[in-house]
T-cell receptor, first 115, second 114 residues
Framework: DSGVTQTPKHLITATGQRVTLRCSPRSGDLSVYWYQQSLDQGLQFLIHYYNGEERAKGNILERFSAQQFPDLHSELNLSSLELGDSALYFC??????????????FGPGTRLTVL | AQSVTQLDSQVPVFEEAPVELRCNYS??????LFWYVQYPNQGLQLLLK??????LVKGINGFEAEFNKSQTSFHLRKPSVHISDTAEYFCAVRSISGNTPLVFGKGTRLSVIA
């Protein structure tokens, strides 16, 4: 158990809908990272928040947004969902603002299925 | 920008046999290197990382990896695998300058056969 929790574990929804994925980092960690894992693209970095502020953006679609709240939990919002958004979404946390030496601790993921 | 190539998508191996999972990377800047393991229906767990110093890095569960700068490789090895090592293994790199994302390879599925 990494100490990172993600809810829900599974999510099934229809095209065009909007969903929110939630992540609670390890106690004391200030950074939260979001990743998307799909069969064709592999593991892709989406976005990084540190202590409530966005620090880096990766291949995140405009239909997707995220935020980190004062209690440090983070939410990833996916809207106007398409079939191709079906994937496993991971969050990871770390203690620093993004040092290269950082170890990122991954949650168990949320499996999103868009029908 | 960095990229990671894991040369084998699947590696079947018999129990108690040695295994090597290959990883090559490309980067215009110096990087740190990582291996993560993903067991079925779980998140990723760090196996080991190379930051500096000795090029042979030992990790958890008896795994080790060797950093070869001239060949831009970071191959993962285990001298004797167990059934419980069956999992997906990911090689990743990250710029040493920090505040850059982990860049992952596509993964290698290790299947240990009894």
């Amino acid at each position: 158990d990494s100490g990172v929790t993600q809810t829900p574990k599974h999510l099934i929804t229809a095209t065009g809908q909007r969903v929110t994925l939630r992540c609670s980092p390890r106690s004391g960690d200030l950074s939260v990272y979001w990743y998307q894992q799909s069969l064709d693209q592999g593991l892709q970095f989406l976005i990084h928040y540190y202590n409530g502020e966005e620090r880096a953006k990766g291949n995140i679609l405009e239909r997707f947004s995220a935020q980190q709240f004062p209690d440090l939990h983070s939410e990833l919002n996916l809207s106007s969902l398409e079939l191709g958004d079906s994937a496993l979404y991971f969050c990871a946390s770390s203690s620093t603002s993004g040092l290269g030496t950082d170890t990122q601790y991954f949650g168990p993921g949320t499996r999103l299925t868009v029908l | 920008a960095q990229s990671v190539t894991q040369l084998d998508s699947q590696v079947p191996v018999f129990e108690e046999a040695p295994v090597e999972l290959r990883c090559n990377y490309s980067s215009s800047v110096s990087v740190y290197l990582f291996w993560y393991v993903q067991y079925p229906n779980q998140g990723l767990q760090l196996l080991l990382k190379y930051l500096s110093g000795s090029t042979l890095v030992k990790g958890i569960n008896g795994f080790e990896a060797e950093f070869n700068k001239s060949q831009t490789s970071f191959h993962l090895r285990k001298p004797s695998v167990h059934i419980s090592d069956t999992a997906e293994y990911f090689c990743a790199v990250r710029s040493i300058s920090g505040n850059t994302p982990l860049v992952f390879g596509k993964g290698t599925r290790l299947s240990v056969i009894a």
